[in-house]
């Protein structure tokens, strides 16, 4: 069936520390967004980026359509940074506007 | 910068009860969803609207829940008689005509009891 998966589901990183998260896709796509679900339970925009790279700040994202996958980098992270990042693409397919969510990698950062 | 809002922050309702979840999308977005979270779970789509007309539901949005913009500025999401599964955070997203982007309001979290 049609999925969205991310990796790793947990994560625990000491502060300063850089990670990797990654989000694949089954199906080409034509949006894709990553949040930040913050500890009150707020959705984040981090980034829409259906293809290419971005950078905001110590954040920045890969999106590469043809081989289907995101990458979510955090650099230099800190205790802020922690909570649930997500990937969303609009599955299934035809469905332009229709986000479905990846589960999530729970990120802690340890002072 | 513009942001959707969303009222109340919390609702504590009893099963059977009829609720009403508020939003205030971003005031020159065309398109309006409604998703939802039941804890410690991944965020579902519940149902996009657009030109006064439901364009997508997803098979949680049965007949118990019903959507709509009363007038130029609200969106609103009514669960007709709440059970005690609908407990979760409910989400409203808006998105521009032309754009994919959707941005997400603060969400409001619904307790049936």
């Known amino acids: 069936g049609i999925q969205v998966e991310q990796s790793p589901p947990d994560l625990i990183l000491q502060e300063g520390a850089n990670s990797t998260l990654r989000c694949n896709f089954s199906?080409?796509?034509?949006?894709l967004q990553w949040f930040h679900q913050n500890p009150w339970g707020q959705l984040i925009n981090l980034f829409y980026?259906?293809?290419g790279t971005k950078q905001n700040g110590r954040l920045s994202a890969t999106t590469v359509a043809t081989e289907r996958y995101s990458l979510l980098y955090i650099s230099s992270s800190q205790t802020t940074d922690s909570g649930v990042y997500f990937c969303?693409?609009?599955?299934?397919?035809?469905?332009?506007?229709?986000?479905?969510f990846g589960s999530g990698t729970q990120l802690t950062v340890l002072p | 910068e513009p942001e959707v809002t969303q009222t109340p922050s919390h609702q504590v309702t009893q099963m059977g009860q009829e609720v009403i979840l508020r939003c205030v999308p971003i005031?020159?977005?065309?398109?309006f969803y409604w998703y939802r979270q039941i804890l410690g779970q991944k965020v579902e789509f519940l149902v996009s609207?657009?030109?006064?007309?439901?364009?997508?539901k997803s098979e949680i949005f049965d007949d118990q829940f019903s959507v709509e913009r009363p007038d130029g500025s609200n969106f609103t999401l009514k669960i007709r008689s709440t059970k005690l599964e609908d407990s979760a955070m409910y989400f409203c997203?808006?998105?521009?005509?032309?754009?994919?982007?959707?941005?997400f309001g603060p969400g409001t979290r619904l307790t049936v009891t």
């Open positions: 997203a808006s998105s521009a005509r032309d754009l994919y982007e959707q941005y």
């Open positions: 199906d080409s796509v034509n949006n």
């Open positions: 980026i259906p293809s």
């Open positions: 969303a693409v609009p599955l299934p397919p035809g469905s332009a506007r229709q986000l479905t």
């Open positions: 005031s020159n977005h065309l398109y």
């Open positions: 609207f657009y030109n006064n007309e439901i364009s997508e």
